[in-house]
């Protein structure tokens, strides 16, 4: 089953790597094969005042089951990626991070490793103690983990995890 996934990145610096992930289904049978259905429309928001920005990524989330974070060397200090994972948690998403500096930029370059944006996140647990979110949720890598093979069962374990 195809999964609605909303993807969270920083856009800038990375839209040729986040290109390369979201548009994997292109080359696959159908959504289905893929293992996702991208469910978000980012480029309309991306000007708009920060309370429609909110209200944009809650209508976004709406819906979906899991949150995938595309790693990039900025991304773990984005106001709006945090917010994309905290809202993700609150909603019981399955979450997961991707690392994708290893994909080639518009210049056809690769970046350094960026911090797991996960690691900001706090989640308290039946045990009354607080994990951080990347100690809970999986982070992989795009070209190490073979994500263009992956990327679905990637989803579905993470949607499963979540119980939905």
């Known amino acids: 089953m195809a999964r609605r996934t909303f ?8 839209i040729k790597r986040i290109g390369v992930v979201r548009n994997s289904w292109l080359t696959k049978k159908d959504r289905e094969d893929a293992g996702f259905w991208d469910s978000s429309d980012w ?9 429609a920005i909110m209200r944009w990524i809650n ?12 790693i990039g060397k900025d991304t773990s200090n984005r106001p709006w990626v945090n917010y994309e994972i905290k809202k993700s948690i609150e909603r019981v998403n399955g979450l997961l991070g991707i690392y994708i500096h290893q994909i080639k930029g518009l210049s056809l370059e690769i970046t350094k490793k ?12 039946t045990d009354d103690k607080k994990y951080r979110a990347s100690d809970i949720y999986k982070t992989y890598d795009w070209k190490d983990d073979d994500g263009y093979t992956n ?3 990637w989803i579905e374990a993470a949607a499963k995890r979540a119980g939905k």
């Open 114 to 125: 960026g911090n797991n944006p996960l690691n900001n996140h706090l989640i308290a647990c």
């Open 43 to 51: 480029e309309e928001v991306r000007k708009d005042t920060d309370e």
């Open 59 to 70: 209508r976004q989330l709406d819906n979906t089951s899991v949150t995938v974070v595309l």
């Open 151 to 153: 990327l679905g069962n």
């Open 7 to 14: 993807f969270s990145f920083h856009y800038n610096g990375d």
